[in-house]
T-cell receptor, first 116, second 109 residues
Framework: EPEVTQTPSHQVTQMGQEVILRCVPI?????FYWYRQILGQKVEFLVS????????KSEIFDDQFSVERPDGSNFTLKIRSTKLEDSAMYFC??????????????FGPGTRLTVL | QKEVEQNSGPLSVPEGAIASLNCTYS??????FFWYRQYSGKSPELIMS????GDKEDGRFTAQLNKASQYVSLLIRDSQPSDSATYLC?????????FGAGTQVVVTP
């Protein structure tokens, strides 16, 4: 069964360093998303991406964050200068449609980011 | 601020009993509603989606939607120890999923 994959599973970085989190969405999907979950808190939307453009972003997704689809399979989230409060699980998700009834988002296993 | 509210639990359910989970949402334009299951340290796993008012059944799970009351629920019949997890209600608005904080379910043998 097709699934969303993410690498690495765990990333440890120093405050102020840049990190890139990688995702391979399900192959025929067109809509891509990043969410994050701080330990013990809700899953929060960060950004959605379609047709090589950001469709929507939350107030969390500030200038420190960027997304890219560098080739036909990967979807990346870059955090330019990490802060302690960026420590969280980051989930990539994808869906093949946007309309109600066909818009299920499937989640990858997540990358645990720890900022020291 | 659009909100999705769930009781945090834990909801303790004897094995074989029915677990009943509730969710309310504030954004009236929402059209798509989802229940995800999340085990500790893992990613959300889709259980069910529902789009129309009424009930939708899938195996031991039944989702109910009432758009007028802005209310979604999930019933888990014949609860098993493997159902012990946090259940996340998610509401789709303008392309993004908005999640509730989740209800922790503990199925006791």
């Amino acid at each position: 069964e097709p699934e969303v994959t993410q690498t690495p599973s765990h990333q440890v970085t120093q405050m102020g360093q840049e990190v890139i989190l990688r995702c391979v969405p399900i192959s025929n999907h067109l809509y891509f998303y990043w969410y994050r979950q701080i330990l013990g808190q809700k899953v929060e939307f960060l950004v959605s991406f379609y047709n090589n453009e950001i469709s929507e972003k939350s107030e969390i997704f500030d200038d420190q964050f960027s997304v890219e689809r560098p080739d036909g399979s990967n979807f990346t989230l870059k955090i330019r200068s990490t802060k302690l409060e960026d420590s969280a699980m980051y989930f990539c998700a994808s869906s093949d449609q946007e309309g109600a009834g066909t818009d299920t988002q499937y989640f990858g296993p997540g990358t645990r980011l720890t900022v020291l | 601020q659009k909100e999705v509210e769930q009781n945090s639990g834990p909801l303790s359910v004897p094995e074989g009993a029915i677990a009943s989970l509730n969710c309310t949402y504030s954004d009236r334009v929402s059209q798509s509603f989802f229940w995800y299951r999340q085990y500790s340290g893992k990613s959300p796993e889709l259980i069910m989606s529902i789009y129309s008012n009424g009930d939708k059944e899938d195996g031991r799970f039944t989702a109910q939607l009432n758009k007028a009351s802005q209310y979604v629920s999930l019933l888990i019949r014949d609860s098993q120890p493997s159902d012990s997890a946090t259940y996340l209600c998610a509401v789709k608005s303008w392309g993004k999923l908005q999640f509730g904080a989740g209800t922790q379910v503990v199925v006791t043998p």
